[in-house]
């Protein structure tokens, strides 16, 4: 979920601090334009993607930040809201979309630069967590209670479908034979928090959700399939690795590793019991997955063990990226770090 139990919590702290002034409604905090913050870049950031040579960075009320020298410098660029936001994902260098809560999606066909809102919907009161962007112009975002809708436009306009899943939800580890088996699709009855989505190299697609719910689409999200899980905690983010092999983590520091694409899981030592929120590759081909309490795991190749490097301030981190010649750039808690050339 991308840190946000943290991001409303300090949002709340903001907003209380503010004495006798009148608090704001969603609907006004969501469709008033973002405010140019000096100290933006230390503010909570959720999420981090590519654009071209570009890096571009999102959070708290409606913050879009930019930055063309690998992370050294950022610019705030104005956007049509003050909503968290919690995703960002690019197709191209151009295209970009941007989720966060009441729902809201904003599409940029600039390279970040300028934004547009298109989608919003405060009335569904569950905020969408993270967006996949494929190529074409086909995306997915998905949230809270289930909530799933594609684009095939860029991010210019949205439908709303469901996750739909093609095959009898697994039984829990240990459950007997038969148990929680129904017809397909039963386990989204209720609506799992859907908190990330993922693609690989051939872009199969992997949902991590609550309750040990973990999906895969071979078809680009057209169908889906229930993938069997040991751990029955909320999963956080997916990454897939080369070929079959796929990382899922969450929860008090859960870590599992699948060779066969999520067939079956092998349970990964980690040294912390902190929740595990974002996940990036190196271009060497090392692994670094990132958490609350400033929890850093390393790994030479994702392939067994990870290396903790506790960060000394704490804080939380939500997304991370390599910047430049194996430089780990995050965002969290209190914004935006970079961690030099961290090795396991």
């Keep these: 979920m991308r840190l946000a139990a943290v991001g409303v919590a300090l949002l709340g702290v903001a907003v209380a601090g503010k004495g006798a002034e009148a608090p704001l409604s969603p609907r006004d905090v969501a469709v008033m334009p973002s405010e140019l913050a000096r100290l933006a870049s230390r503010s909570l950031l ?38 968290l936001l919690t995703g960002v994902c690019f197709g191209d260098a151009r295209h970009g979309i941007v989720v966060g809560h009441d729902e809201i999606a904003l ?57 739909d899943v093609t095959n009898p939800p697994p039984a829990p580890a240990g459950a007997a034979k038969g148990a929680n088996a129904g017809d397909p699709g039963d386990e989204i009855v209720g609506g799992y928090h859907l908190n990330a989505i993922a693609a690989d190299a051939s872009s199969r697609l992997y949902v991590a959700a609550e309750a040990g719910h973990l999906y895969r689409s071979d078809d680009r999200g057209n169908t889906w399939k229930s993938l069997p899980f040991p751990y029955q905690g909320s999963l956080f983010g997916v990454l897939p690795l080369k070929g079959d092999t796929v990382l899922a983590f969450g929860l008090r520091g859960n870590l599992f590793r699948s060779a066969d694409a999520g067939a079956t899981w092998q349970r990964i030592t980690t040294g912390t019991e902190a929740t595990l929120d974002g996940a990036t590759t190196f271009a060497d081909g090392r692994v670094a997955v990132v958490g609350l309490s400033g929890v850093v795991l390393l790994s030479h190749d994702g392939a067994s063990s990870f290396s903790l490097l506790q960060q000394d301030d704490r804080k939380g981190l939500a997304a991370v990226r390599e910047a430049q010649s194996g430089t780990l750039l995050t965002v969290g808690e209190s914004g935006i770090k970079l961690i030099p050339e961290p090795h396991p």
């Design 46 to 83: 959720l999420d981090l993607a590519v654009a071209g040579n570009r890096l571009v960075a999102v959070g708290s009320r409606g913050q879009i930040l930019l930055s063309d020298d690998a992370g050294q410098t950022w610019t705030q660029t104005e956007t049509p809201t003050q909503n």
């Design 107 to 163: 599409a940029s066909g600039d390279g970040g630069r300028t934004w547009k809102r298109t989608h919003f919907a405060p009335q569904a009161q569950q905020p969408l967590l993270d967006v996949w962007c494929g190529s074409q112009g086909r995306a997915i975002a998905v949230g809270a209670y289930g909530v799933y809708l594609v684009s095939t436009d860029y991010g210019a306009s949205w439908e709303e479908r469901k996750l």
